[in-house]
């Protein structure tokens, strides 16, 4: 059997949740305290493909992306092509996965008392060093919660990594895809081995992701105390 | 050595609208809930930004809506304290008092460090954090950091009113301490008018973003100029007055003709009297005698060591009293036996260098 899908779906999600994790805490760092009519629509915005059907977000991606689109045009003239490459798998898993990272990490920092970043702004803590050693630290079990279901999404993301990326064995032919075509193709012990495997990963990663949450000690305190 | 602050900032019912100048000693801010204390000092120390005006500490302009200025509260050098002690949960003892002093030498650190817990009493509690610590523990905590970046000034947000009695008196003997060491501006805010009065050399009187009355604690306590700022020095007993000689006033809610030890300024105003004044005489030997009436007890509230008595100057009868008419009476509660069974009236003495006249 070949095992690749496993491969590029674990380098995929692996690569898409860095990504997310990055891009969620900026954003949700930045969000922080600023109000507004414009501010929602940008909550909007960045919850967006959590709602949207992974073909509209692959449509828009492909728009993007495609040899006429604004950043397809940019990389074509660094000398690459994002449509249908592997790069394409982690861009559609990123975008997919960005909505829950972005609501977990600002759920968390919101958490965070503000008497306590106001007091190290006066004892001379420069903003980053405020969010990297107060704020960060002490929403940390939000956001390590955010990176798991953030993980999980980019693992399961379909519709949109088709649209993009495409299905090229051993580049972009991942788990989920690889179930799709199996199935279409009528080979359904090879389908159920990849269902079989996909449901172990995610199940092992929610129930890990609500134990370290819910049963262990010092996270129950963390999660009830303001 | 000054603080110097003239803001204006709306809020949401109200304007924050106040100057004062404060010298290098404790200035006690009393006002009651929501009268804008927090919301100044955060202006002070800037954490938020006023709308208009000037801050300025010992010649340097921190803020100045008309240059434009508007140093970051990182820059300014102003501790503070807050109601919760706002410690960081994930430091211990030494690393919350350590934080300011990032950039200094590792052993000018942990020498500062050392000498804060000395000075604050936290000695064998470095390691701990503060989930570990009571109350008052994690608010010397909390002075010994903000006093960590030796402050140009010190603000203090209601840093007792989370404590229980008990503890409270220590940090308030703590903060004694401190003052009497710290020779530059330390504002304390607080709405309990005997914290204000002990800690602080100066009051200011704020009330709904106002300044009501600054000035020395003693005067202002004994002469409110206003009934708002007697109502909130604690002041039981007011009443409307009308002038009817030089010395001597009706007070209209009473229902008593009062005389006072200082000329009576204006026709018509107020007198008030605090409680712990009003003295109880025997009849024979003191009826007619100056601000003597006959009263009558309406009701009364214990507390373990004083009686509040609510009197009438008037014979009580069936029909309803008007608000305001009763005067409040605290006493010992061992001068309150010697005289619990004697029958009505009563009679009380509202010494004329106790009454004081205000203006509405």
Redesign the interface.
């Known amino acids: 059997m070949d095992w690749s899908p496993l491969w590029i779906s674990i380098a995929t999600s692996v690569t898409a949740t860095v990504i997310t994790l990055f891009v969620g805490l900026a954003a949700a760092a930045w969000r922080e305290g600023r109000k507004g009519p414009a501010m929602a629509l940008v909550d909007g915005l960045f919850l967006l493909p959590l709602v949207l059907p992974p073909t509209v977000v692959g449509f828009l991606l492909l728009l993007l992306f495609g040899r006429n689109g604004p950043l397809g045009k940019l990389f074509l003239e660094l000398g690459a092509t994002i449509v249908f490459s592997w790069p394409a798998t982690v861009i559609a898993a990123t975008v997919v996965a960005f909505p829950l990272m972005y609501v977990t990490a600002r759920a968390a920092l919101e958490q965070v008392d503000p008497t306590l970043i106001l007091a190290a702004r006066t004892l001379g803590a420069s903003e980053w060093r405020v969010f990297r050693e107060i704020a960060l630290p002490l929403a940390w079990p939000g956001v390590l919660a955010g990176t798991i279901l953030s993980f999980a999404r980019a693992l399961g993301e379909f519709g949109a990594t088709l649209m993009l990326a495409g299905n090229i064995p051993g580049r972009t032919e991942t788990i989920p895809i690889a179930i799709y075509f199996a199935v279409e193709a009528n080979e359904m012990a090879r389908a159920a081995t990849w269902c079989f495997i996909d449901v172990g990963i995610s199940l092992a990663l929610l129930a890990g992701l609500y134990y370290w949450t819910h049963l262990q000690g010092p996270g129950r305190v963390r999660w009830t105390r303001r | 050595m000054a603080l110097e602050v003239q803001i204006e900032k709306k809020l949401l019912d109200f304007v924050l609208h106040v100057s004062f100048r404060a010298e290098a000693e404790p200035l006690s801010i009393l006002g009651a809930s929501g009268a804008g204390k927090t919301m100044l000092l955060?202006c002070i120390?800037?954490?938020e930004q006023p709308d208009r005006g000037k801050v300025t500490l010992n010649n340097r302009s921190f803020f100045d809506s008309e240059a434009q200025v508007n140093t970051?509260?990182?820059?300014?050098?102003?501790?503070?304290l807050?109601q919760?002690y706002?410690l960081?949960?994930?430091r211990t003892v030494a690393e919350n008092i350590g934080?300011?002093l990032?950039g200094l030498p590792r052993d000018e650190q942990s020498k500062r460090i050392a000498e804060l817990i000395k000075r604050t009493h936290l000695a064998g509690l470095e390691d701990r954090y503060p989930r570990e610590l009571s109350g008052g523990e994690q608010q010397r905590v909390?002075l010994a950091?903000?006093l960590?970046?030796e402050p140009e000034a010190l603000l203090l947000d209601e840093p007792l009113s989370a404590l229980d009695t008990h503890l409270r008196s220590q940090i308030e003997i703590q903060l004694q301490e401190t003052f009497s060491t710290y020779r530059r501006p330390a504002l304390l805010v607080t709405h309990n008018m005997e914290e204000a009065y002990r800690l602080g050399a100066q009051l200011l009187v704020l009330s709904r973003g106002r300044v009501v009355a600054s000035g020395g604690k003693e005067e202002i306590f004994q002469r409110p100029p206003s009934v708002e700022v007697a109502r909130l020095t604690g002041c039981k007993n007011i009443s409307r007055a009308r002038a009817i000689s030089d010395h001597a006033v009706e007070a209209l809610d009473w229902g008593c003709t009062l005389h006072l030890a200082q000329p009576v300024p204006l026709p018509a105003g107020f007198v008030g009297i605090r409680a712990h004044h009003i003295e109880f005489v025997e009849a024979a030997e003191n009826l007619g005698g100056e601000n003597t009436f006959p009263c009558w007890l309406v009701q009364s509230s214990e507390t373990p060591f004083r009686i509040t008595l609510f009197l009438s100057l008037q014979q009580l009868s069936s029909q309803p009293q008007a608000e305001g008419s009763q005067l409040q009476a605290e006493v010992f509660k061992e001068k309150w036996l010697r005289f619990r069974d004697k029958p009505f009236p009563w009679h009380a003495r509202l010494l004329a260098g106790a009454v004081f006249w205000m203006k509405e």
Request: cysteine-free.
């Open positions: 955060r120390a800037g954490l970051p509260a990182r820059q300014r050098r102003i501790g503070m807050f919760n706002a960081f949960p994930n934080f300011g990032k909390a950091r903000a960590a970046i």
